[in-house]
């Protein structure tokens, strides 16, 4: 069956740096939208940044400048690079496959395929 497995996570100094690997097994096809998406305590779900197959990216003005989300599609891994990390960074963050027949990569009920999360702590 399909996973999608996030590693990377941790706590960091305001100012740091992080980076996010998601890697996907099981999926005998390339997702052609992927997305990180995180949820801080007490807030609701957010689209952070999406990728498409051919390259094409969107960010949160939130965070733009400061992340960089990647893909290898020979691998079948997502990037998530964070830099300038701040206090309001601090979340969930989730790793999202998008459906087969949906190509709107802002779209959060693009994604049907979900990891179980990784968490940055940002202090």
């Known amino acids: 069956h399909v996973q999608l497995v996030e590693s990377g996570g941790g706590s960091v100094q305001a100012g740091g740096s992080l980076r996010l690997s998601c890697a996907v097994s099981?999926?005998?096809?390339?997702?052609?939208?992927m997305a990180w998406i995180r949820q801080g305590p007490g807030r609701w779900r957010e689209g952070v940044a999406t990728?498409?197959?051919?390259?094409?990216?969107n960010y949160a003005d939130s965070v733009k400048d400061r992340f960089t989300i990647s893909r290898d599609n020979v691998r079948n891994t997502l990037y998530l690079q964070m830099n300038s990390l701040k206090p309001e960074d601090t979340a969930m963050y989730y790793c999202?496959?998008?459906?087969?027949?949906?190509?709107?990569?802002?779209?959060?009920?693009?994604?049907?395929?979900w990891g179980q999360g990784t968490q940055v702590t940002v202090s």
């Open positions: 099981g999926y005998t096809n390339s997702y052609y939208c």
């Open positions: 999202a496959g998008g459906r087969a027949d949906k190509w709107a990569c802002d779209d959060l009920s693009t994604y049907n395929h």
């Open positions: 990728i498409a197959y051919d390259g094409r990216t």
